[in-house]
């Protein structure tokens, strides 16, 4: 009885299990037949779906008053799309397009650091070559000593382009023949290794590069390879003619970075160029960053989603420099995808928007291109003049002018120009040209190069000593010209001026009353102000820019630490009162220092952007408001007594170092000469001013390099004033007619 209910419960169980494998065979089935019916379907008809990116037109760049800087026009990239690319071709097809684009006389993207004609040989001149070739070798397990012919033999065993062509039937061998039996024959006509043909080293070389790339940039189904970019509507033409020989070759119909009247602010409006790897990487890891900064709660998945959303990509193209750089958060855009279905042939069935892309937002900058082109063509005339007027110890070897021009209640950059200039519309085929250029036209002086600013630092030492008392509107110093200090060093004024005050002090620079106001207030609260007025500190314009240096003890001791004279003295208090010495300074702070002075004390943040808008300009995005960075601690009379000397070092007919520019213009302009030493005779020339004196609008700062004297700037401030405020241009001598240096 026992034994016949342990069979009984055996089948039951036996039944149980054939129950419950038919269930599961039965839903599998249903899965199959109704849930998956339409994605098997397809993969029956052999259809396949993958997802691409749409790309995002970059955001434009408009001056002031909405005139174009930087805009789009369509342009033609030819890519290379695996998705239709059958993988036994790919070579084949990247060789056809190569000799195609030969043929017509383009170009294509290849950072392979290896040379394209023979001999091959490394290409290692720049570090980041160096790195790129180190990386090449390790990630292919090549030595690191390893020469260019087996770098290149790796290289080309890894994308399978080692092969032999029968000459008599056109077999082709995959591989190294070499390995090969000596009684090796063509398995189609029976001809012997002789008779086979080596393939053509500088064409394999050439693939390499493409597929190199293809690899470095993440090429696949879902994301297309930019082969070339911007190439002529007559070439689109003829690759389109040949397609069918040439399948997964696409022509992509972009947007290219056109730049109007592409030489008036090319430093301020920068350049676009391909993402590099250093960049790649920097550049995604802040995204990556700002993700999860920004959502502190979100899961890795959400995080990777949306990192995969805004990640950029190795055909992206970025800001390189100037505002293009600064503002590529703002002008990238956001992609777009589609979804693409072939059928086993390769060809399109459906193509699907799943998001559309957003183009970038455009900004509006402060500049104005009158005033651009008023300031460039000033900078342009007068070294013209210079050249032909003045002699090369006393001008004539100008070379290099960087104007600055910034609103003074705004702290808008109204123009940035910096000479001579170069055009963004031929960088892209002078830019190795310009990298040499003994002028380094590419650098942008204006925020990045340091000066010396000579007598235009004096109204630093005017406000600080009448902040603290030492000298007020009243104080009368006797200028004797030769200032006593008790030692061996006993600096000269260039003139004898005798008791005078601090107005006439500016208007006839003298040194003497800035040795003596600067030795009562003392080198920290000079250090203190410059500071305040904008000197030494930056500006907080979204460009990159140098702080530059104050002249202090602490710096002086700094930069010559174990040499002879390492020790501050009493002489070098003497020196930095009158702008020598450390004081460096770049042509934005002194605009913006004397933005500060015209505005009493009240120091503005320089910026470049007025606005962000949205790409079709329907929407405001956002306003740059005015921000006050600091107020100097100083009165209004210490102001007004500036001004007061500046105003007079232009209207001033008999004394004024300005006299022969702004005597008898028709609006008050106030005004500071320099004229910082540098060894030998090719001291440079600096200049401040501003307009109207007494309600003050615009401020500008001019720095000649090797030109001489202070006035020599005048000319070229005058150009922005005669456009800024509508005036005719007039002619005015261009000479000192009593022939005195003007300090």
């Known amino acids: 009885m026992e034994e016949k209910q342990k069979h009984k419960g055996r089948v039951f169980l036996l039944v149980g299990v054939i129950i419950a494998v038919f269930v599961v065979f039965a839903l599998r089935l249903m899965k199959y037949q109704i849930v998956d019916a339409e994605k098997y379907r397809e993969m029956a008809q052999g259809n396949y779906t993958s997802t691409q990116s749409i790309d995002a037109a970059r955001g434009e760049m408009l001056d002031r008053y909405g005139r174009p800087l930087a805009v789009n026009q369509v342009s033609y990239d030819v890519m290379i799309n695996e998705a239709y690319l059958p993988n036994k071709m790919r070579n084949t097809v990247i060789e056809r397009i190569i000799l195609l684009m030969e043929s017509e006389g383009q170009s294509w993207i290849d950072t392979l650091p290896i040379s394209t004609t023979e001999p091959f040989a490394f290409l290692t001149e720049t570090e980041s070559q160096k790195r790129q070739l180190e990386q090449i070798k390790t990630n292919n397990k090549i030595n690191l000593d390893a020469d260019v012919q087996t770098t290149l033999d790796n290289l080309f065993k890894k994308y399978k382009l080692i092969h032999y062509t029968c000459k008599e039937c056109g077999y082709r061998y995959e591989g190294e023949l070499s390995e090969e039996k000596e009684d090796y024959v063509c398995p189609e006509c029976g001809a012997s290794k002789e008779q086979f043909e080596a393939y053509d080293r500088l064409m394999a070389r050439k693939i390499a590069g493409v597929r190199y790339q293809m690899e470095v940039y993440g090429s696949s189904t879902s994301t297309p390879y930019t082969f070339s970019k911007d190439i002529p509507i007559d070439v689109v033409v003829t690759i389109k003619e040949y397609s069918q020989q040439m399948p997964g070759i696409e022509i992509k119909e972009t947007t290219s970075r056109r730049y109007v009247d592409g030489s008036l602010a090319p430093h301020a409006i920068g350049v676009v160029g391909s993402i590099t790897q250093e960049e790649y990487t920097a550049n995604n890891q802040a995204i990556l960053e700002r993700i999860k900064e920004q959502h502190p709660d979100w899961t890795e998945e959400q995080i990777d989603q949306a990192y995969q959303e805004q990640k950029y990509r190795y055909s992206d193209i970025i800001g390189k420099s100037g505002l293009e750089y600064a503002m590529e958060d703002q002008l990238r855009g956001e992609r777009g995808e589609k979804r693409i279905t072939t059928d086993a042939s390769g060809n399109v069935l459906t193509t699907e928007i799943i998001k559309q ?44 002018i960087s104007v600055v021009a910034q609103d003074v209640k705004s702290g808008e950059i109204l123009a940035m120009v910096n000479y001579p200039t170069y055009d963004l519309s031929d960088y892209y085929t002078n830019s190795t040209e310009l990298s040499f250029d003994p002028l ?15 007598s235009i630092y004096k109204p630093v030492v005017a ?84 702080t530059g240096h104050v002249s202090s003890p602490e710096y002086y001791e700094s930069v010559r630490q174990g040499q002879v004279d390492d020790t501050w003295t009493y002489g070098n208090v003497l020196q930095s009162a009158i702008g020598q010495l450390d004081n460096a300074f770049t042509p934005l702070q002194m605009a913006n220092y004397t933005a500060t002075l015209a505005n009493d004390g009240k120091r503005m943040r320089s910026h470049l952007v007025k606005s962000i808008e949205s790409y079709n300009l329907e929407e405001t995005v956002s306003t740059t408001e005015p921000e006050m960075l600091n107020q100097v601690e100083a009165d209004q009379d210490a102001f007004e007594q500036v001004r007061q000397g500046m105003l007079r070092a ?86 000192n007619s009593d022939g005195q240096l003007i300090p």
Do not use: W
């Open 650 to 735: 232009s209207r001033d007919t008999t004394r004024g170092t300005a006299r022969y520019y702004f005597g008898d213009y028709p609006i008050d302009v106030a005004s500071k000469t320099g004229t910082p030493q540098a060894t030998g005779n090719d001291d440079n020339a600096t200049f401040i001013a501003y307009a109207p004196a007494n309600d003050p609008e615009i401020a500008v700062a001019v720095v000649v390099e090797k030109g001489y004297s202070g006035q020599r700037g005048a000319p070229v401030a005058k150009a922005i004033f005669d456009e800024y405020f509508g005036l005719n241009d007039q002619q005015i001598e261009q000479q």
């Open 463 to 546: 406000i600080g000593g009448m902040a603290t008392g030492v000298i007020d509107g009243e104080t009368l110093i006797d200028c004797k010209q030769v200032y006593q200090t008790g030692t061996s060093y006993n600096p000269r004024c260039l003139g004898l001026h005798g008791p005078i005050n601090v107005q006439y002090a500016l208007m006839v620079s003298c040194n003497y009353f800035f040795y003596e106001s600067g030795t009562r207030q003392g080198i920290d609260n000079i250090v203190k102000y410059s500071n305040q007025l904008g000197l030494g500190t930056k500006t907080g314009i979204e460009l990159s820019e140098t």
């Open 357 to 400: 892309a957003k183009p970038g937002n455009t900004i509006v900058t402060t500049l104005d291109k009158d005033l651009q082109r008023a300031a460039l063509e000033g900078c342009e005339e007068f070294l013209k003049m210079a050249k032909a007027t003045y002699s090369p110890e006393q001008g004539g070897s100008a070379d290099r």
């Open 440 to 454: 380094r036209r590419l650098i942008n002086y204006c925020t990045q190069g340091i000066y010396m600013p000579g």
